[in-house]
């Protein structure tokens, strides 16, 4: 079982940047298919980005193309989502998540693993 540990949210002025991290809690050797999705209040848990075991391949949501950047340490096996220009709108419960399939990476089933949450607010 892998537990998953977010951090790095928190309040920010819309133009702003946060970036996040997630790791996970205990050992583990290995490498898995990486996302971030988000969840605003009232609104279904909707993908963010996501990023290959290798590094090598990325992909984002329309809404944040160009402003967010998925990135990942295997050393260090943490994955990293820099979010700049942030919006009012980007404001949400952003969430880990680890797989094994680097196809279906939209999709919320491709994900076993899911961290808690870490809350991003973006105030106008």
């Known amino acids: 079982q892998v537990q998953l540990v977010e951090s790095g949210g928190g309040l920010v002025q819309a133009g702003g940047s946060l970036r996040l991290s997630c790791a996970p809690s205990?050992?583990?050797?290995?490498?898995?298919?990486m996302a971030w999705f988000r969840q605003a209040p009232g609104q279904v848990r909707e993908f963010v980005a996501h990023?290959?075991?290798?590094?090598?391949?990325?992909n984002y949501a329309d809404s944040v193309k160009g402003r967010f950047a998925i990135s990942r340490d295997n050393a260090k096996n943490t994955v990293y989502l820099q979010m700049n220009s942030l919006k009012p709108e980007d404001t949400a419960v952003y969430y880990c998540?680890?797989?094994?399939?680097?196809?279906?990476?939209?999709?919320?089933?491709?994900?076993?693993?899911w961290g808690q949450g870490t809350q991003v607010t973006v105030s106008s």
């Open positions: 998540a680890a797989g094994t399939n680097d196809y279906s990476y939209a999709w919320r089933g491709s994900y076993a693993y």
């Open positions: 205990g050992r583990t050797t290995t490498i898995y298919t």
């Open positions: 990023i290959s075991r290798d590094g090598g391949s990325t």
